[in-house]
């Protein structure tokens, strides 16, 4: 596993990093309960298999499968939290600040710890006035009281429109953003990954493999191209290439998974230059 800093935290995180979402919602891609006694048990042993191969950034959110994902994270990094870095969100919309910091001990809770490394809003696109509500209407404001109570460390935000977030970094108040970016949505290359890099904030990618699409899509134009080529790898490393993104959040559930994506990690050789990718112009002989 290789290691990146996530932007002015100083953090060293793992390249690729876990993601919990798969872990807490009931059949996210596939069948799964996250439940029942057997994915209980297959779920924290690929947690734990990820912590000793180097995986040290992992990700969750309340909203995953009702708290269950943080339950599981919970539990398998329980005697491992010094040598991770723990991710959290909150939701937002329509919460004041008392409603944020109740939530956010409730993660606490199930996550088994007192503090987080960073925590992020939650959330899709934002609107000027969605803006307003977190600078302004009590969100922002819950944040910098539990940094001052030494229960999160850095301050994050997520989106699912990357360009959305100009006005936050503007604020320069937030250390980290998680923003889609894969090979299907390339937008950020453009739009906001170079403000992330004059700015200095740690750049965190959900989505990295672009939950599929990219793989349904290559399918069904070719149904036997998994003899041919590994979907996964390629657009893995897509986003390992860019040399602007401290870590991919990816999300696994079997130890076999985690095995993969670290060997992916390795695999430096394979990188591609994505400034010869993006380049639209035809140089004359």
């Not at 979907?231 to 040399?243: E, F, K």
């Amino acid at each position: 596993m290789r290691y990146r800093t996530l932007g002015r935290t100083g953090l060293r995180v793992s390249e690729v990093g876990c993601g919990g979402a798969p872990l807490g919602i009931p059949n996210y891609n596939e069948v799964w309960d996250p439940w029942a006694e057997d994915t209980t048990r297959e779920a924290i042993a690929t947690l734990q298999h990820a912590v000793e191969l180097g995986y040290n950034y992992f990700d969750t959110a309340p909203s995953y499968g009702d708290g269950r994902s943080e339950e599981l994270m919970g539990e398998a990094l329980a005697g491992r939290r010094d040598r991770v870095y723990l991710a959290g969100k909150t939701e937002w919309k329509g919460k004041s600040k008392d409603d944020v910091l109740r939530r956010v001990e409730g993660s606490l809770r199930r996550l088994k710890t007192d503090y987080l490394d960073v925590l992020q809003f939650h959330g899709g696109d934002y609107t000027p006035d969605d803006f307003r509500w977190i600078t302004e209407g009590g969100p922002l404001d819950a944040y910098r009281q539990l940094q001052r109570d030494g229960k999160i460390r850095f301050i994050g935000i997520t989106a699912e429109e990357p360009v959305t977030l100009r006005p936050f970094l503007d604020t320069d108040l937030f250390d980290v953003i998680q923003i889609r970016y894969n090979l299907i949505y390339q937008a950020a290359w453009h739009n906001i990954l170079p403000l992330a890099r004059e700015r200095n904030v740690g750049v965190v990618l959900m989505r990295p493999l672009s939950s599929g699409i990219f793989q349904k899509l290559m399918r069904a134009a070719r149904p036997d191209i998994d003899q041919y080529l590994d979907l996964h790898a390629i657009a893995l490393n897509y986003v390992l290439s860019d040399p602007n993104v401290s870590t991919a959040i990816v999300g696994m559930r079997r130890i076999a998974e985690v095995e993969a994506n670290n060997a992916l990690s390795d695999a430096v050789e394979q990188r591609l230059d994505l400034d010869w990718l993006h380049d639209r112009m035809v140089r004359a002989e």
